[in-house]
């Protein structure tokens, strides 16, 4: 499994020359610390100095297989031998056959495809497609979601990375989302809860028009913006309401998808089948840039006999479908699912362990192999450890402390990731712990009261 590094450049000047000719994502380039790469193979990866880092984030959250598979890598290589490049108005035979084996693990009557480069445009052309079933205009999201930044998928989200793209596309509107820790409508949790976050979203559907609603797009498990998992009968609520006002109801696992929380679609869990799922990321194990909308027979026929609006050169673009093919038949032969779900629960142990120990962890979220804990300045008053859209010094010494005791993983505001790849073992998790069990002392340091 091993990827050899023909790396001809120090990591210094791979650093300067990226950043004297590049920009990188959601950052200043004066202030990017980027580690230089040599190699990686399984969960690790290694700069050009030798050191090692555990890739605890499957770097956003889309290293599902980890590195070197060479099952992915040979399905690559086999592809570029026989057809590249095929347009989108072309058949394969790679086409067909990764859509007859994803309408497989696709909940329900979720059994058509439409192919794209990532996970945004999968959202873009969501929106699209509710749009032109339904005949209607508005979009119902959520404040704590991310759908991507592309002009249609970044007004979707509704976190502050959209405030720089605004105004974009008109008719987007938000609710409240169902979380827990820091409930809206309920500050004693969820237990024995009416669910008013649900009769919220009602609400706000009658204010804006059920006939003017196309889709109501949620994670799932909201995702960046804190592992938020929604209430036991959330999401069968949510079913219900989108049914009665005939609106789609449109289910992000652009990261949470292809066995990230120990099911093959996390909607699984609540044994709920939207209109449409979006997915990318663990589909090709970011091997090559994937995206996909799955969607219902019901919408399906209705293009049968009416144009869908929409178009992209690299729709069903060859080489990235052979690696989805590949990723596919990995994740069945080696029980990855099932692994995610095994090793899940052993992670959920370690987050609880570390939070009955250090009083700056408030919560601890977890579904299969995708967690994150949420640090406090206060267990009592739930002051976040880094403001709200910012940081902090405590949350930066953390990350330099993990980066140094080679660890590399998404920080977030006060959130701390915990996504490794689905391969992980229970001695690689229990490793990354013992070094997480020491970074957080640091932040203990900042606790008050």
């Not at 000719?21 to 290694?46: C, D, Q």
């Amino acid at each position: 499994m091993n990827m050899k590094s023909e790396n001809t450049m120090t990591g210094q000047e791979m650093v300067a020359l990226c950043k004297k000719h590049t920009l990188f994502s959601w950052s200043a380039t004066n202030a990017v610390n980027p580690i230089p790469w040599s190699k990686a193979e399984g969960i690790y990866f290694w700069d050009t100095e030798g050191k090692r880092y555990t890739d605890l984030s499957s770097q956003l959250v889309c290293t599902n297989l980890g590195y070197g598979n060479q099952h992915v890598i040979d399905a690559i290589k086999k592809q570029v031998d026989g057809i590249a490049f095929a347009g989108p108005n072309m058949a394969t035979q790679i086409r067909a056959e990764v859509s007859e084996l994803l309408a497989k693990y696709t909940p329900g009557d979720l059994n058509t495809f439409f192919y794209t480069p990532a996970g945004a445009e999968a959202n873009e052309n969501a929106i699209k497609l509710a749009k032109q079933y339904t005949g209607r205009q508005k979009i119902m999201v959520r404040y704590r979601s991310y759908h991507g930044a592309t002009a249609g998928a970044v007004t979707l989200t509704g976190d502050p990375r959209r405030w720089p793209a605004e105004p974009s596309i008109p008719g987007v509107i938000r609710v409240f989302d169902p979380y827990e820790y820091r409930c809206t409508f309920n500050a004693n949790g969820c237990e024995g809860c009416s669910m008013p976050c649900v009769a919220h979203i009602e609400e706000t559907i009658q204010y804006e028009g059920p006939n003017n609603i196309a889709a109501f797009i949620i994670e799932t498990v909201t995702g960046t913006n804190g592992v938020i998992i929604p209430p036991t009968g959330y999401l069968k609520a949510v079913r219900e309401l989108c049914t009665k006002y005939g609106i789609m109801m449109v289910c992000d696992e652009v990261m949470v998808g292809l066995g990230r929380t120990g099911k093959w679609f996390t909607v699984d869990h609540w044994d709920v089948v939207p209109d449409m799922i979006t997915m990318a990321k663990g589909l090709t194990s970011a091997y090559l840039p994937l995206g996909c909308v799955a969607m219902s027979d019901k919408i399906a026929a209705h293009f049968s006999d009416n144009v869908f609006v929409g178009g992209l050169t690299y729709n069903a673009h060859p080489m990235c479908l052979a690696a989805a093919k590949a990723v596919l038949e990995v994740l069945v032969a080696e029980d990855l699912i099932g692994n995610s779900e095994r090793m899940g629960k052993v992670m959920a142990g370690l987050m609880a362990d570390l939070k009955e120990k250090h009083p700056s962890v408030g919560d601890v979220r977890s579904l299969g192999l995708f967690g994150a804990f949420e640090l406090v300045k206060n267990r009592q008053t739930k002051e976040m450890l880094a403001p709200f859209n910012g940081t902090s010094e405590p949350m930066n010494k953390l990350g330099a402390y993990l980066k140094q005791n080679g660890i590399s993983t998404m920080i977030h505001w006060n959130k701390l990731f915990c996504c490794p790849p689905l391969t992980i073992t229970e001695k690689q998790l229990r490793e990354t712990f013992a070094i997480l069990d020491e970074g957080l002392k640091i932040t203990d340091q900042a606790v008050e009261g």
